[in-house]
């Protein structure tokens, strides 16, 4: 007999779900980066500036430059998608899109980014783009099985670590 797991919902972060918005950021970070960048990023420097820039970043995204959707199972938070206000090309930014570990492939990822994308075209958006390691592919495969394209390639940086990312986007039809 398999059991089935509680049906998922989305709800907009308030100012009080900065512990737990930076705790599913820090530990799917943690996973899915393990080997991709150092250990002492990810263990060190990583968790020890995320805790303040949620501080800083969450109330400004509430107020008005963006959204952050939290997705939860049985009242548990899973997973979260934090998306910047249409820039001045009318695209949409996705800084962050991140599930527990535990938790990946239960759709939450699919959810948020479609609840994005609703948003985003209710607000004139014509786009949306995010940046992605060249490393991890298996966020690739997920973009790309949802229509996304790679459409630029840049050197960036994690603090003091040096990495690639892949710019992926998405064109959106207009809100009905």
């Not at 943690?30 to 060190?44: A, C, E, I, K, N």
């Not at 939450?108 to 992605?132: I, K, Y």
């Amino acid at each position: 007999m398999t059991l089935s797991k509680p049906p998922l919902t989305l709800r907009e972060a308030t100012v009080s779900d900065v512990a737990l918005v930076n705790d599913i950021h820090v530990r799917s970070r943690s996973v899915t980066y393990r080997g991709q960048v150092p250990d002492h990023y990810l263990d060190v420097v990583m968790p020890a500036a995320s805790r303040a820039d949620w501080q800083r970043k969450l109330p400004d995204m509430i107020a008005g430059a963006g959204r952050v959707l939290i997705a939860e199972s049985d009242g548990q938070a899973i997973g979260f998608l934090c998306a910047l206000a249409a820039d001045t090309a009318g695209s949409v930014y996705i800084h962050n899109l991140h599930a527990l570990p535990a938790q990946k492939g239960r759709g939450a990822g699919s959810m948020l980014l479609e609840a994005a994308e609703q948003w985003a075209r209710s607000n004139g958006a014509r786009a949306m783009h995010l940046r992605v390691l060249e490393s991890n592919r298996p966020a690739i495969g997920f973009y790309e099985s949802r229509g996304w394209r790679c459409i630029d390639r840049v050197d960036d940086a994690w603090g003091e670590v040096k990495v690639v990312a892949l710019i992926y986007a998405i064109a959106l039809a207009p809100a009905a």
